[in-house]
């Protein structure tokens, strides 16, 4: 492994540079980078500050400034200094205006303003929070999206990824020996996914979600090969019954199921229109 500094300066938070900062250096094998964040820079003195930052751990930057005073100091610092200065979101968003046939605000940080879309998420998050593992049937149909599937499918998280979408989004998990609840049978307006896994990988997050709450894995049925496999067996054959989407979220980052999911949902919208 190589060391490498990577400098991420932004006028805002800083979610969407380390977003594609991430995105990228997963490319590069053998590549560990130090990263130095530099969030929140709106100054001429704070951009000093980042300016000497750099000039101690020399590095490469990648910016997102709206600001052109505060980006031409960037710039010029980091020519001067003969390092790399990337900006990340110019090429999209002068597109994106040649486009529109309209200028940029140059205001930073709008996509963090308090709108009505960022009221939306934090209702889908509680939604999701309240509505975890079977928490409260009776308004499923409140749900834009229900999550079904055995224990350990990943159902909750990839719950709260969609509620960060503004994605109403509940689970019910599918138990051996107890009975669907009819709330989630007779509901007619969410989109209901099955998710499922590998039994063999079932048996091994089991194994180790029951070592960290020191549990011991050897006298249950949780965690039998067999009766997993039956298990699986049923939920997929119960989903497939009801004519759910199936989702195999063996391989699957959360990211990845929850765009499959998105999928499934705007086609699902498209049928109800």
């Known amino acids: ?17 380390n977003s594609v900062a991430r995105a990228c250096l997963v490319q590069f094998e053998g590549v560990e980078p130090i990263e130095h964040v530099w969030s929140l820079v709106r100054t001429r003195g704070q951009m000093e ?10 590095g490469a930057v990648l910016y997102t400034m ?16 003969g390092l790399p200065c990337i ?3 110019d090429p999209v968003m002068h597109s994106l205006a040649n486009y529109f046939g ?9 996509q963090h303003a308090l709108d009505a879309e960022y009221f939306n998420r934090m209702e889908a998050m509680n939604f999701a929070l309240a509505h975890d593992d079977g928490q409260l049937f009776s308004d499923l149909e409140a749900a834009d999206i229900v999550l079904v599937g055995v224990s350990r499918t ?20 599918v138990v051996p020996g107890c009975p669907i609840p009819t709330e989630l049978l007779q509901a007619k307006k969410p989109l209901v996914v099955g998710l499922t896994k590998d039994p063999e990988s079932l048996v091994q997050i089991r194994k180790n979600r029951l ?10 049925d949780y965690v039998d090969l067999e009766s997993v496999r039956e298990e699986v067996a049923m939920a997929r054959k119960f989903c497939t019954q009801q004519g759910w989407p199936l989702i195999d979220v063996t391989r699957r980052s959360i990211e990845e ?6 999928n499934h949902y705007s086609r699902y919208q498209d049928l109800a229109t």
């Open 1 to 17: 492994m190589t060391s490498h500094h990577l400098h991420l300066v932004s006028d805002a938070t800083g979610e969407t540079i």
């Open 49 to 58: 500050k980042v300016i000497r930052g750099i000039e101690a751990s020399p």
């Open 66 to 81: 709206v600001n052109h005073k505060l980006r031409n100091d960037l710039i010029e610092g980091c020519r001067r200094l």
């Open 87 to 89: 900006p990340v979101l």
């Open 102 to 110: 309209v200028e940029m605000s140059g205001q930073p940080g709008l």
């Open 154 to 173: 990943s159902k909750t998280p990839t719950c709260l990824y969609l509620a960060n979408r503004g994605i109403k989004a509940a689970n019910v998990p």
């Open 211 to 220: 070592r960290m709450i020191s549990e011991a894995d050897d006298q249950t």
């Open 257 to 262: 199921t929850a765009a499959t999911i998105m």
